[in-house]
T-cell receptor, first 115, second 111 residues
Framework: EAQVTQNPRYLITVTGKKLTVTCSQN?????MSWYRQDPGLGLRQIYY???????DKGDVPEGYKVSRKEKRNFPLILESPSPNQTSLYFC??????????????FGPGTRLTVT | RKEVEQDPGPFNVPEGATVAFNCTYS??????FFWYRQDCRKEPKLLMS???SGNEDGRFTAQLNRASQYISLLIRDSKLSDSATYLC????????????FGKGTMLLVSP
């Protein structure tokens, strides 16, 4: 089954404790992205990756890191989480093609609470 | 001006009603347009792409007006299962792969 998986689905942690949210897709997509969703603010892009070893900042990259060592995986790293990073996080992937309207497939989301 | 604007709603309609949502975008260089549907606390899923000539998928009709920079979604014969938040999504501008999401319009269909 074609899918994007994220782990963990729920996480409660404390300020400053490093964490990683994993994201994996089995559709051989070139493009992967991380978003956060907050009430009243909608979905905002954190980082994206056009392909292996190619990453770039989205709209709200501060406090986050990513890596793309393999095509299927795109982990999101919070080196020192803070309470303002409490949010619902989505990973997404799609094929990449200039000018073409490729659908983005989203993972089920990770609800993160930082106390 | 916000990049993609939508009326947040909620739109409360009875079953069987026809409802329309509009969305405006600020970047005239935008290339592709979509409507996504998001159920409460779930991931967004593609409802339909929006083509320049307009397109229809069953009870759903999408229209694009590039001159006025707005997109519309019409839902006919609303079902209870249509209750969700509808996200207007625009691709293009600085990075062709960058998607910009509207904050969504909530639809509540009642019996």
């Amino acid at each position: 089954e074609a899918q994007v998986t994220q782990n963990p689905r729920y996480l409660i942690t404390v300020t400053g404790k490093k964490l990683t949210v994993t994201c994996s897709q089995n559709m051989n997509h070139e493009y992967m992205s991380w978003y956060r969703q907050d009430p009243g603010l909608g979905l905002r892009q954190i980082y994206y990756s056009m392909n292996v070893e190619v990453t770039d900042k989205g709209d709200v990259p501060e406090g986050y890191k990513v890596s793309r060592k393999e095509k299927r995986n795109f982990p999101l790293i919070l080196e020192s989480p803070s309470p303002n990073q409490t949010s619902l996080y989505f990973c997404a992937s799609s094929h990449r093609g200039a000018g073409l309207a490729y659908e983005q497939y989203f993972g089920p989301g990770t609800r993160l609470t930082v106390t | 001006r916000k990049e993609v604007e939508q009326d947040p709603g909620p739109f409360n309609v009875p079953e069987g009603a026809t409802v329309a949502f509009n969305c405006t975008y600020s970047n005239s260089a935008s290339q592709s347009f979509f409507w996504y549907r998001q159920d409460c606390r779930k991931e967004p899923k593609l409802l339909m792409s929006v083509y320049s000539s307009g397109n229809e998928d069953g009870r759903f009709t999408a229209q694009l007006n590039r001159a006025s920079q707005y997109i519309s979604l019409l839902i006919r014969d609303s079902k209870l299962s249509d209750s969700a938040t509808y996200l207007c999504v625009v691709r293009g501008g600085m990075g062709y792969s960058t998607l910009t999401f509207g904050k969504g319009t909530m639809l509540l269909v009642s019996p």
